[in-house]
């Protein structure tokens, strides 16, 4: 009984990734894919969403920015690489097909873009040495300007209804207002669940970590962030060990980077001066500085690998090897930004020299001046 007492929340988040997953691919059929995984984002990160609202209202400046820190170099640095191999062992290995890369839907690429907007606009919080509500207008501003943007795409054709899951079959079946009202049902049925089952499930395991020995920070930065992200993996993964669904397991890990770095660190000033009772600034110290700028280089990085709307074997190796290094020895922090850097300017340089020699833009780019009809 204390092993089913201790175990019965992980098993609902996993049927509830599972049932937010379903509405997110049939959501897919009346609406575009990335407005669809912005809703798939918003449920899936409320774990994260509450964990770091819990630290801001305690006012704990440090756990803060190491559980904003972690969560975001998480989704970056092991969730993206896992997913190439999960698709590159299901479906390169088992049909004898070596998979170089992952290619991305051409709609992904006001995704990829938003990336770089909100990254820049934190370069500047970094910069300046705190976090604001002044930031906070923004950043929700850059998030509403994107959903705004998103809802002008096209939903998926016809022939890709054949790769949904059964419910999601049978709900593409039904006129467009019970369509409609299903998918939401899904949606709230998995939102629910997660809701009410995640809490006990991170308590259980913070117990445990704490058993072992884990410091308060490194539960913080690494073990509660990947926790309140288990169920957005687990659709991820899901989805990357079947055909041709490696792309939404990739977009999956986009939008909660995006809605991470706008939402999450947009709510932090409003929950620590509700707290404080007056206005007061989030500021950062040396230690909090180096974390940001780890942090963002490490995003940046990614969002300039996925320009060309497709993730590498290699990208997604080395990837991953940069945020283990980094997560197992703690020194190695400035000398992983600065290689973070070089690689940023190396990938730069190249897409660079591919405009000057042959006049050819990363496909994001081309696609944002096709649909936006400006010049790069």
């Given amino acids: 009984m204390e092993i089913f007492s201790e175990s019965w929340s992980l098993i609902v988040i996993l049927l509830s990734a599972f049932v937010i997953g379903w509405a997110a691919e049939t959501a897919q059929t009346f609406m575009s894919r990335a407005l669809a995984f912005s ?34 170099r998480l989704i970056t640095g092991l969730g993206l690489p896992m997913i190439f191999f999960v698709h590159f062992f299901f479906q390169g290995v088992r049909t004898k097909k070596f998979i170089r890369a992952i290619q991305l839907d ?9 990336v770089f907007v909100s990254i ?28 705004w943007l998103l809802k002008s795409f096209p939903a998926h054709n ?17 006129a467009p207002v019970p369509k409609i009202l299903g998918t939401v049902l899904l949606f709230i049925v998995g939102g629910t669940a997660l ?41 991820a993964f899901n989805w990357a060990r079947q055909r041709n669904k490696a792309p939404m397991a990739v977009m999956n890990m986009i939008g909660s980077n995006i809605n991470q770095w706008t939402m999450l660190a947009g709510m932090i000033p409003i929950v620590f001066n509700l707290s404080l009772g007056h206005y007061e600034a989030v500021t950062f110290d040396t230690s909090h500085k180096a974390e940001l700028l780890l942090t963002i280089v490490q995003s940046f990085l990614v969002g300039v690998l996925l320009l060309d709307l497709e993730f ?17 020895f703690s020194s190695t922090r400035d000398a992983i930004t600065y290689v973070y850097l070089v690689w940023i300017v190396w990938e730069m340089g190249k897409h660079f020299l591919s405009y000057v020699n042959q006049k050819k833009l990363p496909k994001a780019l081309v696609m944002a001046q096709q649909t936006y009809g400006k010049k790069s």
Wanted: contains cysteine; proline residues 3%.
């Fill in 39 to 72: 809703i798939l984002a918003w449920l899936q990160t409320l774990p994260e969403f509450a964990v770091e609202a819990n630290i801001a209202w305690r006012q704990e400046r440090s756990l803060m920015i190491a559980n904003l820190t972690g969560s975001l």
């Fill in 106 to 114: 051409s709609q992904d690429f006001l995704s990829i873009l938003c």
């Fill in 158 to 174: 016809e022939e890709e209804i054949e790769d949904l899951p059964w419910i999601g079959k049978q709900l593409v079946k039904l």
């Fill in 312 to 328: 590498s074997i290699g990208d997604a190796a080395l990837v991953f090897v940069l945020w283990l290094v980094q997560c197992v």
């Fill in 195 to 235: 809701y009410f089952s995640v809490h006990p499930f991170v308590d259980t395991l913070q117990k445990w970590a704490l058993k072992l020995g884990i410091s308060t920070f490194i539960f913080i930065q690494w073990v509660a962030p990947f926790l309140s992200e288990f169920p957005e993996k687990v659709s």
């Fill in 120 to 147: 820049i606009y934190f370069l500047f919080i970094w910069a300046k040495g705190s976090l604001t509500l002044y930031d906070s207008v923004v950043l929700f501003g850059i998030y509403g300007f994107y959903l």
